[in-house]
């Protein structure tokens, strides 16, 4: 199992998803900005080093949104979903696709990593559509 963390980042009444590049597993799929928690690191640690690595941005991490465990053919990952608001830098794409920001109505217009869906259910609960 791989620990993996994300940001849930919002501006306004949108937040932050990106586009995952084509060359990578679940290519062009859209997630959250995070990844795998490396040794030694805390999840909130990790979550501020994969943002400035993958968007150029400082993040303040705050609460867990949510927590997910996902079993996909290759590998199982365990997502730990962060309350996080960019306190620095402006979003570049260096490791991602593309990067939106959307409003909860516009999630079904997306199509996302499946260990995303739960967690994309719980937005629609909580922020209405």
């Known amino acids: 199992m791989i620990e993996v963390v994300a940001a849930l980042i ?3 009444n949108k937040f ?5 590049p084509a ?10 900005v995070g990844g795998k928690v ?3 690191e805390t999840g909130k640690d990790a979550l501020i080093r994969e943002c400035r690595e993958e968007l150029g941005v400082t993040v303040s991490v705050g ?3 949510m927590k997910v465990l996902h079993e996909y053919p290759d590998i199982t990952v365990h997502l730990t979903l962060y309350n996080a608001v960019i306190s620095d830098g402006i ?3 260096f490791e991602h696709n593309d990067i939106r920001w959307i409003m909860p109505s516009e ?7 499946p260990a995303d869906e ?5 937005i629609l609960i909580r922020y209405g559509q």
């Open 63 to 65: 609460e867990i949104f």
């Open 10 to 12: 919002w501006d306004d």
């Open 38 to 40: 490396e040794a030694g």
């Open 16 to 20: 932050m998803i990106c586009q995952r």
């Open 91 to 93: 979003p570049q794409k």
């Open 23 to 32: 060359n990578k597993a679940r290519g062009l799929l859209w997630e959250f």
């Open 107 to 113: 999630i079904g217009d997306y199509d996302f990593c």
């Open 118 to 122: 739960e967690i994309l259910k719980e």
